[in-house]
């Protein structure tokens, strides 16, 4: 794919602000810290599009990026960060749900998983409530944090842990290993 404009639309905190206009849209959704920020940034080859943070769920509205003006991707909340209040997290959680429930244009969701751990029980329970609603895949992240060898094992761990057969791209936002193959992914789920 190549990305000639990729801009940052807007940040909502209401359905009623998500844009009208019918364009597909690619979903990311994972842990706080997983690396969606990178990994956003990565695909659309931009240093800073999507904030990357030190500083894990500070993320706290659903953010809409247009694409060459023909599609969008989608960075919704990160989960399981412990130091948000309950209130907080019930409120995320309400919009995530939200969004990935009534969102007509959503052609896929792409869920990060930490290539180096197994998937915590929160992956897991979001994982199966996404496989029910939605076209899935997984992307292990930060691929270049072990080596090739460990990476298929991983990548079956994270098959079985999920009990998945959704498809498992391992990739990395610093060394761009795996992105070629996520876009090739993506690319196919606009041409059908
Ligand atoms: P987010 O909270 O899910 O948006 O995660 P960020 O994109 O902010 O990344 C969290 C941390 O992981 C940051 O310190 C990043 O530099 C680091 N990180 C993200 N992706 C990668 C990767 O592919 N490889 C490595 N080595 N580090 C990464």
Redesign the pocket.
Known sequence: MVVRTAEFELGSVHARQWPQDGLPEFAFV??????????I??LLGRRSL?????T????REINFYRVNGSFRFVDLP?YGYAAVSQAERARFQRMITEYLRQRGPLLRVLH?IDIRHDPTQDDVDVHRWLRGARAVCVVA?????VSRSKRMVQVRRIQTVLRTDAPVLP?????REGLDDVWALLAADLNQ
């Open positions: 994972g842990r706080s810290n997983v690396g969606k920020s990178s990994l940034n990565a999507a904030r990357v943070s030190a894990p769920g500070k993320t990160g990060l992240t930060k691929a270049d944090k990739s990395s936002a610093t060394t």
